[in-house]
Structure formats: structure tokens, C-alpha cells
């Protein structure tokens, strides 16, 4: 470990620790790493050692990772998404804040983009889909079921719904997923060389450059060709500008829902009375997909922001420049917010999480997520009540060393 870096003597309300790496640990697979507890209590507005040796950061408080995320003066700009955990030569920092898309833009370009897309993911037309979503489901369960016991739920049946379901959405060939769905896996690393992860973000942008290409040629009902029509809704929008928001769609639409069904399923396995009670109809289906978005939050390295100017979060001044990262995990199991939070209760009162992040960047595709959710746990509940783990859940090897935590493989049985 570097050696802790000097704290800046910045007036405050607040005890300031030195500073610390964001926290890895996990004693429970489920649960964030005991850390942000420890931090919570003792400093809830943290100083962070970043991963190139400088200081930030780091809120675990609910109420401060909202209030980061509504500031206008917390900007989502120029900053790389990993900046906190992986150090990227000046180069590589250039290359990947050239390639930002909505996600890594402020108002005003942000909302414009935004709007683009906003009337494609409401929440009825999210209802919409799901008897089609059902029927995906349902299709990979007959298919994994006739294979027979046993199987591995990750790619028989977490990725490729998700997978299947954002390609039909977009337009983008199911067929041709070898394309994306490797170098979207490595474009989510943190534990690669930097280098290997940019380059895969500016191939897929390459190849969804050209499927808007071919979809203007032949437009097709679906978001893509939608998007590729020079006097549709997103006219004007440079081609290098369509592709990055195209990228960004195909894969914050898969990565995420695949982890969150695969960790889902790992966990409501090893609490098998939830596993049954997903059979006493949809509400039931739907508490337990909130909870556990809760309980998880995959998201699991939080969210970056950067100070345009001085600003005070939490009763701590934070100088501008600086670089503040909100933990979603840790914001997600604050008591002050959740009572008791290490307990999977899909039945607690209902209080919104942060799962899903807050504010202008609020995810995009929740509506969906959460169809594809209830209809892969509501699925996977009525069609295989037995279903249990085909290894001692210690063997499944966790995500710890991507952006979004999870499982690559979980083999069951039934
Ligand atoms: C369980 C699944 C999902 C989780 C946990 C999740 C989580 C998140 C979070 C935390 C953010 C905010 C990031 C920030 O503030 O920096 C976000 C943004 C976003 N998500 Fe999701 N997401 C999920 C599924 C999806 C799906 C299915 C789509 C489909 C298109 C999607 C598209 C987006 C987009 C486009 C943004 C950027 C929005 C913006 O910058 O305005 N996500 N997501």
C-alpha cells in the first residue's frame, strides 16, 4: 500500500481522518465491506486516498450522497469514472473523457441528451414490455431446464436476458453479441491494464458507430434507427456523439441487470424462505427486487464527482477541484436512513434507495431493470422451487475487481 498521503489543513465542522482507501472487505458477500460502517460512525464525510496517491473524498452517509448528488457545483465532467480506484497515464485520462457520453456531462448538453432518450424508458412504456420480457425469461428457462441439472445461472440465464432484452430495445443484432458482450466484461475491469479497458470502450463505440450507419441506410423499428434519423428526434447530434450514447446504452442496460440477477439469485439461494415467498404473487416479487436492489447495490465502487467551486457537504468544506465519491453501497445501509440494514426484510418500510443513484444522472433504464428483475426472480421461483447451489457458496467467485460487483459463474441444481 502507498504510504497515506498529507491531508490539506482545510478548516472544518467536522473530525477529518487521514486518509484512507475506499474500503474492499467483505466479510459478507452480500453486504458492503464492513469498512463504510466504521467510517460512517467515525467520519461520514472522509478523506479518500485515490488510486493515483492524491486525496478526495468519500461520503456514507444517505443524506450526503444525495445532497452531492444535486449540487450543480458537483460536476459529472471531466473526471473518469474509475479516477478513484485505478491510475490511468494522462493519455488514457484524455482518451476516456474524449469518449464521455451522458453520463460524464453537466447541464445544459446533459438534460438535452437526456430528453432524447427519456420518452423511450417511461415507466409505461417499461410496463408495456413485460409480457415480452416474461416470455424471454420463460424461453431461457425451457431451454436451461431441457438441458437438465445441473447449470450455470450466469450464462444460461443472467446475461444473456438482459443482454437479449437491451439488443431487441436498440436494434442491435442479438446475433452479433460476440461483438460487445466481452469487451463491455472488460470495459467494466478495474483489475486489467487500464489500457486493454479504454480500448475496448472505443471498439464497442466503433461498432455501434457502424450499426447507426447501417441503420440509417435501412431503418428498423427499434431506438437505434430512431436515433440514427437525421430529422428524427436526435437531428443534429454529431455521429461521434449518437455512438457514445448508443455504447453507453447497450452496456449500463446489461452488465448492471446481469449482476443483479445472478448476486440476486446467489443470495435469495442462501435465504431459501425468500426464495419461496417470490411465489405468493407479484408484490411480493416487486419488495423483494427494492430490497435487494438495496441490500446489493452493485454499483459497489459509488458514483464521482468533482467541485467546480467551494462547497460544504455534510458540515466538511471541500475545496474546488477536489474529487468526492458517494458510496451507494454504503448510503444504502446507513441506519439513519434504513432500520436495521444488514437484514434482507423486503417487507421494511418502503423508504427510497439509492440503487438506482439520485438526481439528474438518476439511472435511465430503472423501469426496466426492474421488470427484468421481477420477471427473472418470479420466473426462476415458480419454475424451479428447488433450485439450490451446486457448490458451497464460499466456491462462487465474486466481482470484486470490476465496476460492477457480482458473479461470472453460479452453478445450481435442481
Ligand atoms: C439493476 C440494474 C441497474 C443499476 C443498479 C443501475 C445503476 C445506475 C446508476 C447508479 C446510475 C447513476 C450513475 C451516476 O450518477 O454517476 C445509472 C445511470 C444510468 N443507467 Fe443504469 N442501472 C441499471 C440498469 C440500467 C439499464 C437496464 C439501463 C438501460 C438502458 C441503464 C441505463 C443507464 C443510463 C443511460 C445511465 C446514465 C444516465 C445519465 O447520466 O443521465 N441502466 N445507472
Redesign the pocket.
Known sequence: MTETPTVPDLASATTVTAAVPLPRDRPCPFAPPDGYRELRERSPVSRLQLADGTVGWLLTRDEDVRAM?VDPRMS?QNRT?TSHVRVLTPDLVARSIRRAS????DAPE?SRQ?RL?TVS?TARRMRRLTPWIERVVEEHLDAMISRGSPADLVPAFALPI?SLV?CE?LGVPYAERAEFQDRAHTLVSVGIPPAESVRAGEELEGYLGQLLLRKRAEPADDLLSELARPDGRAGGLPDGELARLST??LI???E??A??IGLGALMLLEHPARYAALRDGPAVVERTVEEL?RYL???HLG???QATEELTIGGQRISAGELVVGS?AAANHDPERFAEPAELDPDRVRVPH?????????????Q??RV??AAAFGGLARRLPGLRLAVPAEQVPLRHEML?YGVDELPVAW
Do not use: D, W
Open positions: 448528488l459529472a469514472l451522458l453520463l460524464s456531462m446533459h437526456r432518450l424508458f438482459p437491451i430495445l453507453l446504452l449500463a442496460g446489461h448492471t441487470t449482476n443483479m436492489l447495490s452493485v454499483v458514483v464521482t464527482r451507494l439509492l440503487a438506482f443513484g439520485y438526481g439528474a444522472h438518476q439511472c435511465l433504464g430503472q426496466l431493470a427484468e428483475l460492477i
